[in-house]
């Protein structure tokens, strides 16, 4: 047999290497290849270095085996008839084990898992106030990946996590919350300004109280001094043989003039002299005598009707 010449072998060996480059394919990380073999499902490669049959062998398509997230936004009504738009965040990830079931039971599974999650949604809200929805958007989250894990899970897929991010009620009950919302912090700012304008009173109203009782207190005791004074002063005149009277008219007189004195140190003081005579203090010291003893003698007088009348009113009642 005779050997194959040069030009032979190359028009052998190009074919070849094309028919086997055609049946070398790479599947990459986190995918799945599903290669069908006339039209039917032969296996399911896993990531790295494939071969195939060409022409016999087809990759049907490849799976995506990341966590995927699917946003749903679903417009519904509340317990007290105000209409919001929830938006959905959907985690799902194709199972390995099951990735037959996910490529070929379901054509969309988007559209599954959006139809599912409006329908959730649209039953769990309607059972809600507003507030109540805002309060209780994770217990929604829990209830429609519930659902889903359940539905899911037979097509080879599973549910990673249902997040509840956005609640966007009409504008115009956003303005009305706002206001409320506003209106509570105007009252309790309020609140708080009539408790501290209370306590700047109450404060106030309590040095002033404090203020007026030292204040009586130093001219009570200022008097005392006084007293005691003038009565060491008298003391003093009747140990030189001087009575109390006239002692009495000689501490006035001082007293006067010591007034002036203090009077005249001010240059803007304006001072009415009344008419005077020598004997002056010792007509205001008796009239001032007088007056006391008048004074007393009232002040007795009605002490013993009122002891009279409270007699006859016991004689009476006994």
């Known amino acids: 047999m005779e050997s194959l010449s040069v030009p032979g072998l190359l028009i052998i060996a190009i074919p070849v290497t094309f028919f086997i480059l055609l049946g070398i394919f790479i599947v ?5 290849a599903v290669i069908e073999r006339f039209g039917k499902f032969h296996s399911i490669r896993t990531p790295g270095f494939q071969l195939r049959i060409p022409l016999v062998d087809r990759i049907a398509g490849r799976v995506n085996l990341r966590i995927q997230q699917l946003d749903v936004l ?5 317990k007290d008839d105000v209409f919001v738009k929830i938006k ?5 990830v194709v199972l390995k084990e099951k990735v037959y079931e996910a490529f070929y039971k379901l054509e969309s599974p ?3 898992i959006t139809s599912y999650v409006f329908d ?8 809600l106030k507003l507030d109540d929805v805002f309060e209780k958007k994770d217990d929604i989250a829990i209830a429609i990946k519930g659902e889903l894990e359940e539905a899911m899970n037979d ?16 504008e115009q009950v956003k303005d009305a919350m706002n206001k409320i ?20 009173i109450v404060a106030k109203a309590t040095a002033e109280a404090e203020s007026k009782r030292l204040q009586g207190q130093g001219i009570a005791d200022q008097r005392r001094e006084i007293a005691k004074g003038l009565e060491e002063s008298v003391e003093v005149l009747n140990k030189v043989g001087i009575n109390s009277q006239e002692a009495s008219a000689l501490i006035v007189i001082t007293q006067h003039y010591d007034t002036l004195q203090a009077v005249s ?17 010792s007509d205001m010291l008796s009239q001032m005598t007088t007056s006391f003893i008048a004074a007393n003698q009232v002040s007795e007088e009605m002490r013993k009707q009122k002891e009279g009348e409270e007699g006859d009113s016991g004689y009476r009642r006994s």
């Open 28 to 32: 990459k990380q986190q995918q799945m």
């Open 74 to 78: 679903v417009e519904t009504k509340t």
């Open 88 to 92: 959905v965040s959907v985690q799902y």
């Open 110 to 112: 988007q559209n599954q």
């Open 120 to 127: 959730v949604v649209r039953a769990e809200v309607p059972k």
């Open 155 to 170: 097509y080879g897929y599973g549910i990673i996590k249902a997040l509840v991010t956005d609640i966007d009620p009409d």
């Open 181 to 200: 919302n506003a209106a509570e912090r105007q009252k309790v700012a309020a609140e708080y300004e009539g408790e501290a304008e209370r306590i700047r």
């Open 265 to 281: 140190e001010h240059t803007q003081s304006n001072l009415i002299l009344l008419p005077n005579t020598p004997t002056a203090a």
